[in-house]
């Protein structure tokens, strides 16, 4: 009975509880994918650069805040600094909405010049970024570290394993169900929402019936931008803000949006999830929990891993691929590619 | 046939006093950028204070002044290391180069730029055990230590702390590589074992699936073979943040003062070590560093002097400063017989050199070549207590 625990709580350590914290983080940046393309109808490769570019301001304002001397302890301090994050990030995205977008709807441009133009958006943010904060890696994080230290655990319990929840975890997964909560409400309970959903359904229709697009592309943006800041800054928070990584975020967050079907905002949620479960178990080496759910004589000298860490990103691409050749449209219903 | 020879003599004199005085180039390419760019400022610093000492001498090869050009090796990026030396050499002409840094660029530099140019390089910091036996034309030495010695070192430590077993996970190129093989052979033949040896690639921006692989493989303590600056420290914080391991061993790059800023008590316990000695001339090299305002205790700072002070020496006793002639001259001047010479002492070296004496440069890092040209290893042994970090001692 006790190995039993001790299995889980390694597993819990090491795949559940890591898991669902990146699994929060890449539905939220899958969410505004989603978003971009069931409203306006293009795969938006900018997506992890604005990500990147939210989480920068979020990094200025937070270091500002401290030297002013502002805090919210234990809580870090860049959750304060979240809606001034949210506010660039929304001018700035609005911006290239009217410099680049606005222009390749009016011609009613076909969607890959949409996708090739958000490449090039994709590389103006990248440098923006790079120009203002530099490459480098950069810490923002304060306020306490965990929630329970490992050692903690181990004393509470008396287990011989440890499992350590950190407080950025804890923080993603609220903030993560506070801001899907408050979407889903927004989308089905609002008139803007539905209306919305409407132009996403069918944009002529809606358009006759009187829905305003440039109002709904407004929005959208708005909404989209929120989202990525939070999703960038809960991703900083709990790993660490390095504008390349944000950059490679993009390829997780694509493969969850289309497992889970793109368009489809519920679907984005599923597929963030079974991305990252999928990323952290099959490069997971389960040697310690065999060791204790088999009997001695039965446990493995090898490590029981399926994959080198280092081909994490294989398996973001080869779910990707499989999605695409058996159910391109995804778990949940979404438009197929 | 005698004519012949007679002329060649005289011509070989002719060129000799031909090194009249001017301005000699000395190119420093170390990682400017890149994952060790917190250690390289005071390396280059430590070569600059070794080449501002000889100009003022006026001493070399009839007064000759002596300017360094930095170039940036990126220390990964075998690419840019090479055309930056290339860059040293066809257009900034430089005489000899004091670099490259990492072992894998180093590597590359030598190949393709310093044996086909004939360019003489002293490394201050490549410490892969391929280089000892890499073919250089004798072009190629190095003030640090090959890391074939650095896992015997490790290994006597891991053991004087009593592990049985300890995790091995290393930064994914020649240096990292290099150097975990060799901890693992030393360990082992100690009677350690070691649980297992994984490569990290730098630059991740989270590294707790691959600290969730070495925890499965557990062990007594982890080594890090790693850069301070990229995975080496990403390692540290999972590991930490996971309670997979709280002891661990950090060798070359990752023992700095950014290790402790970053994990402070967290790593309490934990020893680390890097090339260093606690020669009399290490103090005074530390004392020159700090009337400079750089840190001499740096790691490399010390070899990346004596690698500089090698170079203008051998130009001296070779009366020339052109690679081909006094590459020869290098281990002579490194080694024994002669009179001794400690850092602040060049103008003395120069003048003894002149006049046909012979020296046996000691230097910061109390320099001897051995083999192919490189040092033969003295390493400091680190701790850290507090939050801070104590030096054990010298070995």
Redesign the interface.
């Known amino acids: 009975m006790v190995d039993i625990l001790n299995a889980l709580v390694v597993l819990a350590?090491?795949?559940l509880v890591?898991a669902l914290a990146?699994g929060s983080q890449l539905a939220l940046g899958a969410l505004g994918i989603t978003l971009i393309y069931g409203i306006l109808r293009f795969s938006n490769f900018a997506h992890g650069d604005t990500m990147a570019f939210g989480t920068m301001i979020v990094i200025l304002a937070t270091w500002w805040m401290q030297k002013a001397g502002v805090s919210i302890a234990p809580l870090p301090t860049a959750l304060l600094a979240l809606p001034i994050g949210i506010a660039v990030t929304a001018i700035v995205v609005l911006l290239t909405d009217r410099a680049v977008y606005r222009f390749y709807r009016k011609v009613k441009a076909a969607p890959i010049i949409f996708v090739m133009a958000s490449l090039g958006v994709m590389f103006i943010m990248n440098g923006l970024v790079r120009f203002i904060i530099g490459p480098k890696e950069q810490t923002f994080a304060d306020g306490a570290?965990?929630i329970i230290?490992?050692?903690d655990?181990?004393h509470m319990t008396g287990l011989h394993e440890?499992?350590?929840i950190?407080l950025s975890q804890g923080i993603t997964l609220i903030t993560a169900v506070i801001v899907v909560a408050a979407l889903f409400w927004f989308l089905n309970r609002t008139r803007t929402g539905k209306s919305m959903r409407a132009f996403s359904d069918n944009e002529d229709l809606a358009l006759l019936s009187g829905i305003n697009p440039e109002r709904v592309v407004l929005i959208i943006w708005i909404i989209v931008a929120a989202l990525a800041t939070i999703a960038g800054t809960l991703?900083g928070l709990?790993?660490?803000?390095?504008p390349?990584?944000y950059f490679?975020l993009l390829l997780p967050m694509f493969a969850a949006a289309i497992v889970g079907g793109l368009g489809n905002p519920l679907g984005a949620i599923a597929g963030g999830f079974v991305i990252s479960f999928s990323?952290?178990s099959v490069?997971?080496?389960?040697?310690?929990v065999v060791t204790y759910l088999v009997p001695d004589s039965w446990a493995p000298d090898g490590?029981?891993?399926l994959l080198?860490?280092?081909y994490?990103f294989a398996v973001s691409f080869s779910i990707l691929i499989l999605v695409l050749l058996f159910r391109p449209t995804g778990i949940f219903k979404g438009q197929s590619l | 046939m005698r004519k012949m020879l007679l002329a060649t003599a005289a011509l070989a004199v002719v060129s000799a006093s031909a090194a009249f005085a001017g301005e000699i180039k000395l190119g420093i390419e170390l990682g400017f950028t890149g994952p060790i760019e917190s250690l390289t400022p005071n390396m280059a610093a430590g070569a600059e204070l070794a080449i501002a000492e000889v100009s003022k001498s006026g001493a070399l090869l009839n007064g000759s002044t002596v300017k360094g050009v930095r170039a940036d090796s990126t220390c990964i990026d075998s690419g840019a290391a090479t055309a930056a030396a290339e860059r040293l050499i066809t257009s900034e002409k430089v005489s000899g180069i004091v670099g490259g840094d990492c072992s894998g660029v180093t590597g590359a530099m030598l190949q393709n730029v310093a044996r086909p140019n004939g360019m003489v390089m002293i490394s201050p910091s490549a410490t892969s055990p391929a280089l000892s036996t890499a073919k250089d034309d004798g072009l190629f030495f190095r003030t640090a230590p090959s890391d074939a010695r650095q896992g015997e070192v490790i290994a006597d430590i891991l053991k004087e702390q009593g592990y049985k077993s300890v995790a091995i996970t290393y930064t994914n190129n020649d240096y990292g590589k290099g150097l975990a093989d060799s901890i693992k052979a030393n360990f082992i033949k100690r009677g350690g074992k070691v649980t297992i040896d994984a490569a990290h690639e730098d630059g991740k921006g989270d590294y707790s699936a691959e600290v969730g692989a070495l925890a499965a493989a557990g062990g007594d303590a982890l080594v890090v073979a790693g850069y301070v600056d990229q995975g080496g420290s990403g390692i540290v914080r999972a590991a930490l943040d996971t309670g997979a391991f709280d002891k661990f061993h950090f060798p070359d790059g990752m023992v700095s003062d950014k290790l402790v800023e970053k994990f402070g008590k967290e790593i309490d316990g934990s020893f680390g070590d890097n090339p260093g000695t606690d020669s009399p001339g290490a103090a005074l090299f530390q004392k020159m560093a700090k009337a400079k305002g750089f840190d001499g205790t740096s790691p490399f700072s010390a070899e990346s002097y004596d690698a500089a002070a090698l170079i203008m020496l051998a130009m001296q006793a070779a009366g020339s400063s052109d690679p081909a002639k006094y590459k020869s001259k290098v281990m002579q001047v490194a080694n024994a017989p002669g009179t001794k010479i400690m850092p602040g002492e060049l103008a003395k070296a120069l003048k003894i050199l002149k006049d046909g004496g012979d020296i046996d440069y000691v230097g910061a890092s109390a320099v001897e070549l051995i083999g192919p040209g490189e040092s033969a290893g003295n390493y400091r042994e680190v701790t850290f207590k507090n939050g801070k970090m104590v030096v054990v001692k010298y070995r």
Do not use: H, I
């Not at chain 1, 709990?238 to 390095?242: G, I, V």
């Not at chain 1, 490069?283 to 310690?288: D, E, N, P």
């Open positions: 350590n090491f795949v890591p990146y570290r965990f230290t490992a050692r655990f181990k440890g499992m350590a950190k991703y709990d790993k660490s803000y390095k390349f990584t490679q990323e952290v490069t997971y080496a389960f040697k310690r490590l029981v891993q080198s860490t280092d994490k």
